[in-house]
């Protein structure tokens, strides 16, 4: 009786395939751990790319209304030490920026009628040194959307007009305008919803002109919490705002309204030619052993 043997592998058949499918494995898992990575990469770049153009977006549009003469540098080191943003030679030295802005919110609110809340434009025959008329305006809804909107008073605003000099004596400076006094800015004390008119707490000899600017704030990109994030030193971007200088307050104090803008900041910077500010922001995300950063710069032309 003659049996059949099937014929099988032999053992070195099965060693070589054993060492193919290794080898294949170990190109598999190299492949699989380096898309994983540039993965994890892509997510961290994102991620740190898209805060830093939210965060750009919110300076640069608050940025779009600031008053140019009120637009200064900080040095945190030393709290008399403010210069003009334009006047900064030394950009490694004033690290904080600090700005007034028009009181944009009630500027773009309109009533039933299609008048503004305040019109920026001033009856210079019907004005007195106390008394700014201002028709047009519906000063009844600007009233309404200071104290019921941005939690302010009517006392916490002032006027700037868009005369270079606030008097025959006395040129409009950011030191003057609140920062070290405020001797060349008028506050509003009330408002008089009648002749729809500005009533000004100053009487000093102040050059009244056809056009103005309402403030309500003064706003400030201060970094906090430096520290170092896996060999990179990195610091959080404070914006502070709803407080007036004018009024002896300061973005340093206790009540001033702060958030953090963007954590994991690497770069701060700014500079101004003219009526022209520029401003570089980068952040920076962790990812294993190494930091991705993303940049930003922009130009605030008005």
């Given amino acids: 009786m003659i049996k059949n043997f099937k014929k099988a592998f032999t053992m070195i058949e099965l060693i070589i395939v054993m060492v193919v499918l290794g080898i294949v494995a170990s190109m598999g898992a190299t492949i699989i751990s380096q898309v994983y990575l540039n993965y994890i990469n892509q997510r961290a770049m994102y991620s740190s790319s898209t805060k830093t153009e939210i965060a750009s977006s919110i300076i640069f549009n608050r940025l779009s209304h600031r008053l140019t003469n009120t637009t200064v540098g900080r040095n945190p080191s030393n709290s008399s030490d403010i210069e003009l943003v334009s006047n900064i030679t030394d950009s490694n ?11 944009v919110d009630s500027f773009n609110a309109n009533d039933t009628n299609m008048r503004p809340a305040w019109n920026g434009f001033c009856d210079v025959n019907g004005s007195s040194k106390t008394s700014i008329a201002t028709i047009g305006s519906n ?60 009533t000004l707490s ?12 309402l403030i309500r704030s003064a706003y400030a990109l201060v970094p906090v919490n430096e520290r170092d994030y896996h060999g990179t030193p990195v610091f959080d971007l404070d914006f502070r705002y709803d407080y007036q200088p004018w009024q002896g307050e300061s973005y340093k104090d206790s009540g001033t309204n702060k958030n953090i803008l963007v954590r994991n900041v690497s770069t701060f910077r700014f500079s101004a030619m003219g009526d022209t500010i520029r401003f570089k922001l980068c952040v920076t995300e962790n990812v294993g052993n190494k930091n991705i950063t993303t940049c930003k710069e922009k130009a605030v032309i008005r």
Avoid: H
């Avoid at 030295?93 to 009181?103: D, T, V």
């Avoid at 100053?202 to 600017?213: C, F, G, H, I, L």
């Fill in 93 to 103: 030295k004033y690290s904080i920026l600090e700005w007034y802005g028009m009181a």
């Fill in 202 to 213: 100053n009487s000093d000899a102040k050059r009244v002109s056809e056009q103005y600017k």
């Fill in 139 to 198: 000063l009844s809804l600007l009233k309404t959307i200071i104290e019921n909107v941005s939690n302010s008073k009517i006392s916490d605003l002032a006027i700037i007009f868009a005369d270079p000099s606030y008097s025959n004596t006395q040129g409009y400076n950011f030191k003057c305008m609140g920062y070290v006094d405020s001797s060349c800015i008028s506050k509003v004390s009330t408002l008089n919803t009648t002749l729809e008119a500005f």
